[in-house]
């Protein structure tokens, strides 16, 4: 930090990343049963008879296919709006879209902590120890007034944290040092708040019977208490077309994260003893990235030849095997990006010979751009 920070306050907080989440909970919610249809969207759906039928696309194929459902939720996050308007021809709009950007840079501390920034604004701007070797830095708040497929920094955002981490780190960094960038919406539920910063970010659940048929949509939410806004959906779908059992997801951990005595660093340090090919970096990743579940493919491995080709990153031919087995994945860049951040480390002709090596055609999904 600058020499003119002389005093700093210390808390523990949780951090998650929330695209290994997402496809821990659907790999959960498979391995209970349920159907996952990736890449699939909801074109329209109608009531007949009380019932949902639902008409479905596959966007790779472009088939289309109907289901047919008692109920429905609507989770569709920025697109919520546009799905209830779709199902119920609800008309009003309860969403406000608040873009957050980020940006990603060579590693600024050592450690793996986090700094809160007080900015000028008064907001908040974090600079997060990040894939070993980078930083993550974020967020901004702005209104986001267009499609929400189309989402990315802009040159103000970016001029923004950068100011932010200079005013407060030693080294300075600019534009050339961003090595990757990404933003996201806050679906937040509209309260006429007077500044993006300022909105609610508590969710509403609400309950819609067009035709007879229900539909529960959901605005707003965090990652934070995404369980307990699942259980209070729970309780309407309950409501609504009967109880199938009691809450339990409190305690349960997500596949792979079953640790012997819920001791992670314990965990990585048995990997490394059962496998010693496995470097401290890499044991750490699979660790953190796949929990106990990286047994799976670390399997009956003796030495690092025995995962495969290797592609870069401590990518192997056996983690992407599992990776489109077990978790769905097609293209380079769902691996790289999406069930990953190796994008950050591989060439881009490792990144091609991967794409080559998942039968794409060509390396156009390789839009993020590995360098
Ligand atoms: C910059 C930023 C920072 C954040 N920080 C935090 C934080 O620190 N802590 C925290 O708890 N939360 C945070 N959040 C909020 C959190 O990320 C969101 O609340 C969460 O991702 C919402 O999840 P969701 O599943 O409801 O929506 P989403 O993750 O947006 O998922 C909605 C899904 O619906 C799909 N969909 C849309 N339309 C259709 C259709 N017609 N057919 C099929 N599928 C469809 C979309 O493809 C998408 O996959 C942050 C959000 C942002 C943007």
């Known amino acids: 930090l600058r020499e003119i920070f002389v005093k700093a306050f210390?808390?523990?907080?949780?951090?998650?990343?929330?695209?290994?989440?997402?496809?821990?909970?659907?790999?959960?919610?498979?391995?209970?049963?349920?159907?996952?249809?990736?890449?699939?969207?909801v074109l329209s759906?109608?009531?007949?008879?009380?019932?949902?039928?639902?008409?479905?696309?596959?966007?790779?194929?472009?088939?289309?296919?109907?289901?047919?459902?008692?109920l429905l939720v609507n989770a569709a996050g920025p697109w919520a709006d546009a799905v209830s308007r779709q199902l119920a021809s609800a008309q009003n709009p309860r969403l406000r879209l608040v873009r957050g950007s980020h940006i990603v840079v060579p590693k600024l501390f050592e450690g793996d902590g986090a700094y809160l920034f007080q900015n000028p604004d008064g907001r908040v701007v974090f600079a997060i120890a990040w894939q070993e070797d980078f930083t993550l830095?974020?967020?901004?708040?702005?209104?986001h007034s267009g499609a929400p497929d189309a989402v990315a920094i802009t040159q103000p955002e970016m001029?923004?944290?950068?100011?932010?981490?200079?005013?407060?780190?030693?080294?300075n960094i600019g534009p050339a040092d961003v090595v990757w960038s990404f933003s996201g919406l806050r679906p937040l539920f509209d309260d006429h708040a007077a500044t993006a910063s300022r909105v609610t970010r508590e969710h509403v659940v609400e309950t819609l019977e067009p035709d007879g048929a229900p539909l529960i949509n959901l605005f707003g939410g965090k990652i934070t208490a995404y369980r307990r806004l699942a259980e209070e959906v729970l309780r309407r779908v309950g409501g609504l077309i009967g109880v199938r059992g009691a809450?339990?997801?409190?305690?349960?951990p997500l596949p792979g994260g079953n640790f012997p005595g819920g001791d992670f660093n314990a965990?990585?340090?048995?990997?490394?003893?059962?496998?010693?090919?496995?470097?401290?970096?890499?044991?750490?990743?699979?660790?953190?990235?796949?929990?106990?579940?990286?047994l799976h493919f670390l399997g009956a491995a003796r030495e690092s030849s025995d995962l495969g080709e290797e592609?870069?990153?401590?990518?192997?031919?056996?983690?992407?095997?599992?990776?489109?087995?077990?978790e769905w994945a097609r293209t380079a860049e769902d691996i790289l990006w999406r069930r990953s951040k190796l994008g950050l480390r591989l060439s881009r002709e490792a990144a091609e010979k991967l794409a080559a090596c998942l039968g794409e055609r060509g390396a156009t999904a390789l839009k993020e751009g590995a360098q």
């Not at 830095?137 to 209104?143: C, K, M, N, S």
């Not at 010693?276 to 750490?284: E, N």
Request: aromatic share 8%; proline share 2%; hydrophobic share 40%.
């Open 159 to 171: 001029d923004y944290l950068l100011r932010a981490s200079n005013a407060h780190f030693r080294r």
């Open 247 to 252: 809450p339990w997801t409190a305690r349960a």
């Open 267 to 294: 965990f990585v340090q048995d990997l490394r003893a059962r496998k010693p090919f496995l470097d401290a970096a890499l044991a750490r990743r699979l660790a953190g990235a796949y929990g106990t579940q990286c």
């Open 45 to 70: 759906a109608r009531v007949e008879m009380g019932v949902w039928r639902i008409r479905l696309r596959d966007a790779a194929s472009g088939g289309e296919t109907e289901v047919s459902a008692r």
């Open 10 to 41: 210390e808390y523990s907080d949780c951090r998650v990343d929330d695209s290994r989440l997402v496809i821990l909970n659907a790999r959960d919610a498979a391995d209970r049963g349920a159907a996952i249809f990736t890449r699939t969207e």
């Open 311 to 326: 592609f870069g990153g401590g990518l192997t031919r056996a983690e992407v095997d599992y990776l489109v087995a077990r």
């Open 137 to 143: 830095i974020g967020a901004t708040d702005v209104e």
